[in-house]
T-cell receptor
Framework: DVKVTQSSRYLVKRTGEKVFLECVQD?????MFWYRQDPGLGLRLIYF???????EKGDIPEGYSVSREKKERFSLILESASTNQTSMYLC???????????????FGPGTRLTVT | GNSVTQMEGPVTLSEEAFLTINCTYT??????LFWYVQYPGEGLQLLLK?????DKGSNKGFEATYRKETTSFHLEKGSVQVSDSAVYFC????????????FGKGTTLSVSS
């Protein structure tokens, strides 16, 4: 079974802190994604990566950065956390469409981040 | 661009009632279609999928048919249970240029006994 794990289920940080959210997948997937989920807004793509050291901005990249130094690990970084970044953060991974042909994504359990 | 529209919730049903959650899409080409489910406090799980027109995806009593003529992928279940209470997301597969799924905003289902 595909397993996507996230470093924390719940996290509380103060405004201005630097925050790292870690995601690890064990299926040798090339693609990895970070979303945030907010009531009424659904899932919004922050960043994705299609290979080690490669990244692409999603729909809402402002205030975030990412790092992918190893194929299995994709980190989301909040350089200076703000209260409007309080949200549920979801990581996902997938094979590229060219390899799998479908694009199905596998999700981690999520990290609920509260910034006070 | 490609997009997904699903019915707004919440949907409130009694146990054993029939469920329909509507999903329509706009897309170039013929992408795959998915339904994901999110139980309280958890991440998203793939519920079912369809990869081409007229395909029917099914799992755990849920079904959805890829309808190209109506650009729809409605989720149905004949008899819901309390344990089906969750948020359901319709998603459109990546096109040839992109790699991310496009999600609807989600529909909350609440089933009471």
């Amino acid at each position: 079974d595909v397993k996507v794990t996230q470093s924390s289920r719940y996290l509380v940080k103060r405004t201005g802190e630097k925050v790292f959210l870690e995601c690890v997948q064990d299926m040798d997937h090339e693609n990895m994604f970070w979303y945030r989920q907010d009531p009424g807004l659904g899932l919004r793509l922050i960043y994705f990566s299609y290979d080690v050291k490669m990244k692409e901005k999603g729909d809402i990249p402002e205030g975030y950065s990412v790092s992918r130094e190893k194929k299995e690990r994709f980190s989301l970084i909040l350089e200076s956390a703000s209260t409007n970044q309080t949200s549920m953060y979801l990581c996902a991974s997938s094979f590229p469409q060219s390899r799998q042909g479908i694009g199905e994504q596998y999700f981690g359990p999520g990290t609920r981040l509260t910034v006070t | 661009g490609n997009s997904v529209t699903q019915m707004e919730g919440p949907v409130t049903l009694s146990e054993e009632a029939f469920l329909t959650i509507n999903c329509t899409y706009t897309a170039t080409g013929y992408p795959s279609l998915f339904w994901y489910v999110q139980y309280p406090g958890e991440g998203l799980q793939l519920l079912l999928k369809a990869t081409k027109a007229d395909d029917k995806g099914s799992n755990k009593g849920f079904e959805a048919t890829y309808r190209k003529e109506t650009t729809s992928f409605h989720l149905e279940k004949g008899s819901v249970q309390v344990s089906d209470s969750a948020v359901y997301f319709c998603a459109l597969g990546p096109n040839q240029a992109g790699t991310a799924l496009i999600f609807g905003k989600g529909t909350t289902l609440s089933v009471s006994s």
